[in-house]
């Protein structure tokens, strides 16, 4: 646990083993994530349909932090999620939503995977759309 004024730093390589928590924001350069196949198995492809009814089932809000005493009048409001309705719209087997204590959270980073399989779709379909119109233009 790191305490003290707002101007803490550090410098160099910091190693943390364990969960980090943080109630503001976090600034950084660059993020990465483990992500090399030797640390994986049984990989299976994610299902587009699947990708495609979460999407179409859940929606970006705006919203305040009543959490951390926002108050509508006074706070912009922020853009993302509710932890709830992606965990109603989700397979039992997907591991998104994440229970601090009886707080939920979003993997944010995770719901890229979801994109992307509906952007591939959304291409595909474009794809052949564009290959109808040009067989008809003959």
Same mark, same amino acid.
């Given at each position: 646990?790191?305490?003290?004024?707002?101007?803490?730093s550090?410098?160099?390589?910091?190693?943390?083993?364990?969960?980090l928590n943080? +109630?503001q924001?976090?600034?950084?350069n660059?993020?990465?994530?483990?992500?090399?196949? !030797?640390?994986?198995? %049984?990989?299976?492809? =994610?299902?587009t349909?699947?990708?495609?009814?979460?999407?179409q089932?859940?929606?970006?809000?705006k919203?305040i932090?009543t959490?951390?005493?926002?108050d509508?009048?006074?706070?912009?409001r922020?853009?993302?999620?509710i932890?709830?309705?992606i965990? +109603?719209?989700?397979?039992?087997?997907?591991?998104?939503?994440?229970?601090?204590?009886? !707080?939920?959270s979003? %993997?944010?980073?995770? =719901?890229?995977?979801?994109l992307w399989n509906c952007l591939k779709?959304t291409?595909?379909?474009?794809?052949?759309?564009?290959a109808?119109?040009a067989?008809l233009?003959l």
């Amino acid at each position: 646990s790191v305490s003290g004024a707002p101007s803490n730093s550090f410098t160099g390589n910091t190693s943390i083993t364990g969960n980090l928590n943080v +109630s503001q924001t976090i600034t950084c350069n660059s993020l990465s994530q483990t992500s090399d196949q !030797t640390c994986k198995d %049984s990989i299976l492809d =994610l299902p587009t349909n699947e990708c495609l009814t979460l999407l179409q089932g859940i929606s970006a809000r705006k919203f305040i932090r009543t959490d951390l005493g926002e108050d509508a009048e006074n706070v912009e409001r922020r853009i993302g999620f509710i932890a709830q309705e992606i965990e +109603s719209g989700m397979p039992s087997y997907w591991t998104n939503v994440v229970h601090q204590g009886e !707080t939920k959270s979003v %993997s944010y980073d995770r =719901l890229v995977c979801v994109l992307w399989n509906c952007l591939k779709d959304t291409n595909a379909q474009v794809a052949a759309l564009t290959a109808r119109v040009a067989a008809l233009e003959l």
